[in-house]
């Protein structure tokens, strides 16, 4: 079977896999460790193996790279990326920050190396709030996703300016989503996470990360959720609380991008050691900080 030759070969070059909830189930199960972005960068920092195979968007991998420079970090597939990284560009704030240079620059996670290189501390949707409450007192830039950045300021009434920036699945949710299932399941609690707009957000009975949504629910006494989130996180939630039941928010909520990964895709990677991922070392060198101070802050 395909499982036992990724097994096999990942023993063989002492190699460790790590997928985001947001992977297909067939993923998920053959990898050491699932999690969120948080969770998994932690992980990519400590290892010993040397090899990882990331299965997951390139942002990832990348950081994966610059939190473990000595290790070999793959994408088994290379055209997975994420769409909003893309929105914002090392060029397009460092214009920014030319001129506005009193504003703290708070890095979603999701981004590229030479953008977290610009950037005074990175975030997560797990610790966003904690790492910004930091900084309450100062000006602040937040980017890319402008969805996290508003909640937050709307919250803790905050000098927080957002990058135009959003994520594909989350952005598109809408209030008549929550109304129509609420209605449909009136006993359901709605869990949203925070990259959804500001008006969905108010709707929710308890915002939180891809992470925070899965403990959430497993350490609720509550039987039944909306989960407003992509849909591969339907996997570890049914594992953990097979007598729970969960609906998805609304139609459609799959990520391209994260879906591309096959199990041959991550065979491939590990037989061929293919699609390295490759960061600069000056750059490298500055995102890291940012990075680290995540970790330190969190």
């Known amino acids: 079977m395909l499982k036992d030759d990724i097994l096999k070969l990942k023993k063989e070059k002492n190699a460790v896999i790590l997928a985001h909830y947001y992977q297909d189930s067939d993923i998920q199960d053959i990898a050491d460790y699932v999690g969120d972005s948080l969770e998994l960068s932690k992980i990519a920092a400590k290892t010993d193996a040397e090899?990882?195979?990331?299965?997951?968007?390139?942002?990832?991998?990348?950081?994966?790279?610059?939190?473990?420079?000595?290790?070999?970090?793959?994408?088994?597939?290379?055209?997975?990326?994420?769409?909003?990284?893309?929105?914002?560009?090392?060029?397009?704030?460092?214009?920014?920050?030319?001129?506005?240079?009193?504003?703290?620059?708070?890095?979603?996670?999701?981004?590229?190396?030479?953008?977290?290189?610009?950037?005074?501390?990175?975030?997560?949707?797990?610790?966003?709030?904690?790492?910004?409450?930091?900084y309450k007192d100062q000006k602040i830039l937040y980017i890319p996703d402008k969805n996290l950045g508003l909640y937050l300021k709307?919250?803790?009434?905050?000098?927080?300016?957002?990058?135009?920036?959003?994520?594909?699945?989350?952005?598109?949710?809408?209030?008549?989503?929550?109304?129509?299932?609420?209605?449909?399941?009136?006993?359901?609690?709605?869990?949203?996470?925070?990259?959804?707009?500001?008006?969905?957000?108010r709707l929710a009975d308890y915002i939180g990360s891809t992470k925070g949504i899965v403990e959430y629910a497993s350490n609720s006494t509550h039987h039944e959720f909306i989960i407003g989130t992509e849909e591969g996180i339907l996997h570890p939630l049914k594992k953990r609380n097979p007598d729970k039941i969960f609906h998805l928010l609304s139609q459609g909520l799959s990520c391209f991008d994260m879906k591309l990964t096959r199990l041959e895709d991550v065979y491939t990677a590990l037989r061929d050691e293919t699609y390295e991922i490759i960061v600069p070392e000056d750059i490298r060198t500055k995102a890291y900080e940012s990075l680290k101070r995540m970790l330190e802050m969190s």
């Open 51 to 134: 090899i990882i195979v990331f299965c997951g968007v390139n942002f990832m991998a990348e950081t994966a790279k610059i939190l473990s420079p000595t290790k070999k970090v793959l994408l088994p597939v290379k055209e997975a990326k994420c769409p909003m990284a893309m929105m914002v560009t090392a060029e397009k704030l460092t214009e920014y920050k030319n001129n506005n240079p009193d504003r703290k620059v708070i890095c979603y996670v999701n981004s590229y190396a030479d953008v977290k290189a610009l950037s005074d501390v990175c975030v997560t949707s797990s610790n966003a709030e904690k790492i910004i409450m930091a």
């Open 154 to 201: 709307d919250k803790y009434h905050l000098d927080i300016e957002v990058w135009p920036g959003f994520c594909c699945i989350h952005n598109n949710l809408k209030p008549k989503d929550i109304i129509k299932m609420k209605e449909a399941h009136p006993n359901a609690l709605v869990l949203i996470h925070p990259e959804a707009p500001l008006e969905v957000l």
